[in-house]
């Protein structure tokens, strides 16, 4: 069955990005990427993935026009007119209330087939997602550092069990289930 896991990394203070929306504080860390919760196993568990305008533009503006590495069906949550990645399968919309983000979701639970479906960021996606029901889990790599200022991870509160916690590299990473609203 398909799950909806938003699958980050983080600071310890609870953010994705440092206030510049740099990446650097944790692209400089030693991790495992085949190892315990890594980003290789993870990838392999995705049938599609969904992220917001300011994720995807980071991803223009750092990986140029190979940047876009992901093969799975992508969904782009923005108001604006983005460039697409030639040949990439990314649709680009707005989900500007829950019916809508329902639909996003159906669509992306489709395409995912029998694998699941990233929320790859930022944490306000991901807190849309919780907020109308539609997130089950949250994967964190916690980085060794404090940013003080930032995008946060989850701006909104949350109910989580742990399910798993372990050590990557530089990385404590947990797995938790989102309990759902009401
Ligand atoms: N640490 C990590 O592993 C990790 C992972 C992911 C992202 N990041 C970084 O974290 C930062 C996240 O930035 P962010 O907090 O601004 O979040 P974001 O979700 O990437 O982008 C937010 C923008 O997405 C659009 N959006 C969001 N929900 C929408 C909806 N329902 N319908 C239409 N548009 C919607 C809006 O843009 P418009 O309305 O203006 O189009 C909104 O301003 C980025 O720098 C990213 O690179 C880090």
Do not use: K
């Amino acid at each position: 069955m398909t799950r909806t896991v938003y699958y980050t990394a983080t600071s310890l203070d609870g953010f994705v990005a440092d206030a510049e929306h740099s990446l650097s504080w944790l692209l400089s860390r030693e991790a495992d990427h085949e190892g315990v919760m890594g980003y290789q196993a993870f990838e392999r568990t995705v049938g599609a993935l969904v992220m917001g305008a300011s994720t995807y533009r980071w991803i223009q503006d750092h990986g140029g026009p190979e940047g876009w590495t992901y093969t799975q069906p992508a969904q782009v949550l923005t108001h604006r007119e983005l460039a697409p990645f030639p040949g990439a399968d990314i649709r680009f919309r707005a989900a500007d209330s829950p019916e809508e983000l329902r639909a996003v979701h159906a669509e992306l639970v489709a395409a995912a087939g029998e694998r699941d479906v990233w929320v790859v960021g930022g944490g306000p996606v991901a807190a849309q997602f919780a907020a109308a029901g539609l997130l089950d889990e949250v994967v964190v790599s916690i980085a060794p550092v404090t940013l003080g200022a930032g995008a946060p991870l989850l701006p909104a509160r949350v109910e989580l069990v742990v399910r798993e916690v372990a050590r990557n590299g530089e990385f404590a990473c947990v797995r938790y289930d989102v309990v759902r609203p009401g």
